[in-house]
């Protein structure tokens, strides 16, 4: 599986402050491209998902930018708070017929939102 | 919560034994997948299963395999346990009209 480049590993934000979060993608066959958020002890839990037909797609506080030509996307969370404090990773998969096949995940993002 | 839950919660082997991990999705979710999630990494695609049949797999030699059943249980099963085999393995259940993955909470094994 190809694989999905990740930055940074790890950041600290002021509360109400903005997050962002950088992925970099090599196979032009992935489709479907999720953001997951993980808590210590926990399993991943989707965030936020977009397919490459759009270049932006708001969530509440979240938000996934694409840039299909520069094989980029990116995380932005407004109005960071303490709660958001956890891992998140960006991953790709390729939409194959009737259904996607494994994720590829990043290696993931430290994020420690400071009161 | 997902509706994915995963047992047993921990689990700790020795080398050459073998495992088996358990996994129960949501009815209706009829792919599943095995995730290793090795400490400060990303999860890592093991293989797939769609109506009891593996029809995906990663860079996992065959002494991980698996099992789906028709009431939406399913078993992961490593053979010949190695050191490196110490990690968290996550089970995703897919959703398939938004083609969302949910995870469960995970077994951590550890290989002594």
């Known amino acids: 599986q190809q694989q999905v480049k990740q930055s940074p590993q790890s950041l600290i934000v002021q509360k109400g402050g903005i997050s962002i979060i950088n992925c970099a993608y090599e196979?032009?066959?992935?489709?479907?491209f999720p953001w997951y958020q993980q808590f210590p002890g926990k399993g991943p839990a989707l965030l936020i998902a977009?397919?490459?037909?759009?270049s932006e797609k708001k969530e509440g506080r979240f938000t996934i930018s694409f840039n299909k030509s520069a094989k980029q996307f990116s995380l932005h969370i407004m109005d960071s708070q303490p709660g958001d404090s956890a891992t998140y990773f960006c991953?790709?998969?390729?939409?194959?017929?009737?259904?996607?096949?494994?994720?590829?995940f990043g290696k993931g993002t430290h994020l420690i939102i400071q009161p | 919560e997902t509706g994915v839950t995963q047992s047993p919660t921990h689990l700790i082997k020795t080398r050459g034994q073998q495992v088996t991990l358990r996994c129960s999705s949501q009815?209706?979710?009829?792919?599943v997948s095995w995730y290793q999630q090795a400490l400060g990494q990303g999860p890592q695609f093991i293989f797939q299963?769609?109506?009891?049949?593996?029809?995906g797999r990663g860079n996992f030699p065959p002494r991980f395999s698996g099992l789906q059943f028709p009431n939406y249980s399913s078993e992961l099963n490593v053979n010949a346990l190695e050191l490196d085999d110490s990690a968290l393995y996550l089970c995703?259940?897919?959703?398939?009209?938004?083609?969302?993955?949910?995870f469960g909470p995970g077994t951590r094994l550890t290989v002594l």
């Open positions: 995703a259940s897919r959703e398939e009209s938004t083609d969302t993955q949910y």
């Open positions: 196979n032009t066959a992935f489709d479907y």
């Open positions: 977009i397919r490459p037909d759009v």
């Open positions: 991953a790709a998969s390729m939409y194959s017929g009737g259904g996607a096949d494994g994720l590829t």
């Open positions: 009815s209706g979710h009829n792919t």
């Open positions: 299963y769609y109506r009891e049949e593996e029809n």
